[in-house]
């Protein structure tokens, strides 16, 4: 993967060195950026513009053929119309002894010094693994769907 280092001028804060891994298109004009912190680093989210495309408006008549019918429930993530169960993963459950152990020797350190703060950032690496798998998954179904 080619990574390519710019700088980006953050108001208050100036230039700011970043490294983005899909280049903006010639002709696109970026609007805004967002800032996120999280808990492997910064991430910076660009809104772009281009003007060139226009917009297509697609009219989809629906029809039995590309229609599903889908019912959230509690016992099941969903069920579609065609007779699926969606059952949810349990991603928290399969990391819950890990966080556990985490938090347990975390509970024994003294605040602020380098060792809880290596341990919290571990910590919270693993709740952005989890969130992350989340996400992936619903991504996936929807795909699926």
Request: glycine share 4%; proline share 6%; aromatic share 10%.
């Amino acid at each position: 993967m080619l990574t390519v280092v710019a700088l980006v001028n953050l108001p208050k804060i100036g230039l700011v060195p970043f490294v983005y891994n899909r280049p903006i298109p010639e002709g696109f004009k970026v609007k805004t950026g967002t800032v996120i912190r999280e808990a492997d680093g910064l991430y910076i989210s660009f809104t772009i513009e281009d003007k060139t495309v226009p917009l297509r408006r697609v009219e989809i008549q629906p029809t039995e053929q590309n229609s599903k019918g889908i019912d959230l429930g509690l016992f099941y993530y969903a069920v579609t119309s065609d007779g699926e169960f969606i059952e949810v993963p349990k991603f928290f459950r399969l990391s819950e002894h890990r966080l556990s152990k985490l938090q347990a020797r975390l509970a024994k350190k003294p605040k602020h010094i380098l060792p809880w703060k290596i341990l919290k950032r571990k910590i919270a690496k693993l709740h952005q693994l989890i969130a992350r798998q989340r996400l992936d998954w619903q991504f996936k179904l929807a795909y699926h769907l």
